[in-house]
Each structure stands twice: as structure tokens, then as C-alpha cells.
């Protein structure tokens, strides 16, 4: 079964400071993983995905994540945060092979950047 | 870049009636949407998967006959909240993929 694992309910960073949100997954096949970023009352928007190639990879608004298939993780980092990067952050698996299946989600990570 | 377009954002309703919310995807064709709900603070639930011109398919523990989805069309969904009790107030979000997900504004919906 596929699965999302987000063990960071909140993580406080300082402005400038570069962040890390972790997650793991599990999934049978290869994964198709992907990153969101929710603001309050609004629906989720994408920032990044992985599906093959580079284990590194560039998203929106400064962000990266990299895959890493033998800790089955995809950690979403950024060097240097941004009070504007407040919110709710969510990680995604798709299983591999299957690119309109549903999505699998992590329970989200509270970012706050405090100035 | 593809956008899809929920409606209404917010809707207050009394209890017994029921409300129905819009999902349309505006510059491509969406042969499969989910439906989410979510609660404060948490994550998203995956409520149905609706496919166009057939029926949705409901996750474990939705009920079919509160929430009815329609996909009459490549670019509409609807879910309707049928005689909706405070209970059903929720943020309900939806989606379509191309292939990564793109989601709706949510649509916050409080019974009275």
C-alpha cells in the first residue's frame, strides 16, 4: 500500500535560514512524488515533482527536494527562508506507471518563518 | 499553466438543504477529478474519484447518497452536499491531474 509519512507536524525556522521539511514514503514501483504548499483557506498549489531523472530537483519559489530511493525519502528544502514561505505544506506519492491515479498524502507540516 | 477553477469559495447554508460545488478545469480536458475533504489542520481525505460519463467511485465510508458527484462533461465536476447538517461543514477540495495534480481553490462550506 502507498503511504506518505510527514513527522514533522510544525517546523519554526528564522528568516534567511535554510529549512527542511522531511518526508518518507512507501510505495510499490517507483513513485512519482510530488510537493504542495497550501495557504489558509485556499486549495493546494504545486511546487515540485519528482517522476525520473536528476535525484535533485528545482520547484517554485526557490524550493528543491531530493530523492532519495535508498532512505525512501524526498525532503523539500530551501537555502535561505522567507517569512512568505509560511504555510501548509503537504507531500504526495503517485504510484509509478499510473500518471492520473490518485494522490497519497502526507498529514502536512506547519512551516513558520519568523522574522 | 492548467488551471482549475472551484465554486463557490464559501457558502453558509441551513441544515436540510443541500449544496452543490463546481470543479471546472479551464484549458484542458479532465477525464478523471477527486474530490477531497479536509479538516482543520489535517490532511486531505480522498472522498470519490469521479470519472467522466460513468459513476464515481467512493472511498470506504463516503456515502454516496450525501454526496452525489456528476461528471457530466470533460470539464465539470460536481459535488453535491445533499440535505447537509453541521456535521458536513468542511473545506472540500478538487482536483485534476495532467499528469501531477491540479487543485481547485477549496470551497468552505459551514451548515447552520
Known amino acids: 500500500a502507498q503511504s506518505v509519512a510527514q513527522p514533522e507536524d510544525q517546523v519554526n525556522v528564522a528568516e534567511g535560514n535554510p529549512l527542511t521539511v522531511k518526508c518518507t514514503y512507501s510505495v510499490s514501483g517507483n513513485p512519482y512524488l510530488f510537493w504542495y504548499v497550501q495557504y489558509p483557506n485556499r486549495g493546494l498549489q504545486f511546487l515540485l515533482k519528482y517522476i525520473t531523472g536528476d535525484n535533485l530537483v528545482k520547484g517554485s519559489y526557490g524550493f528543491e527536494a531530493e530523492f532519495n530511493k535508498s532512505q525512501t525519502s524526498f525532503h523539500l528544502k530551501k537555502p535561505s527562508a522567507l517569512v512568505s514561505d509560511s504555510a501548509l505544506y503537504f507531500c504526495?506519492?503517485?504510484?509509478?506507471?499510473?500518471?492520473?491515479?490518485?494522490?497519497?498524502f502526507g498529514r502536512g507540516t506547519q512551516l513558520t518563518v519568523w522574522p | 499553466g492548467a488551471v482549475v477553477s472551484q465554486h463557490p469559495s464559501w457558502v453558509i447554508c441551513k441544515s436540510g438543504t443541500s449544496v452543490k460545488i463546481e470543479c471546472r478545469s479551464l484549458?484542458?480536458?479532465?477525464?478523471?477529478m477527486f474530490w477531497y475533504r479536509q479538516f482543520p489542520k489535517q490532511s486531505l481525505m480522498l472522498m470519490a474519484t469521479?470519472?467522466?460519463?460513468?459513476?464515481?467511485?467512493?472511498e470506504q465510508g463516503v456515502e454516496k447518497d450525501k454526496f452525489l458527484i456528476n461528471h457530466a462533461s470533460l470539464t465539470l465536476s460536481t459535488l453535491t452536499v445533499t440535505s447537509a447538517h453541521p456535521e458536513d461543514s468542511s473545506f472540500y477540495i478538487c482536483?485534476?491531474?495532467?499528469?501531477?495534480?491540479?487543485f481547485g481553490q477549496g470551497t468552505r462550506l459551514t451548515v447552520v
Open positions: 484549458d484542458f480536458q479532465a477525464t478523471t
Open positions: 504526495a506519492v503517485r504510484e509509478g506507471g499510473s500518471t492520473l491515479g490518485r494522490l497519497y
Open positions: 482536483s485534476a491531474s495532467l499528469p501531477w495534480a491540479f
Open positions: 469521479s470519472n467522466e460519463g460513468s459513476k464515481a467511485t467512493y
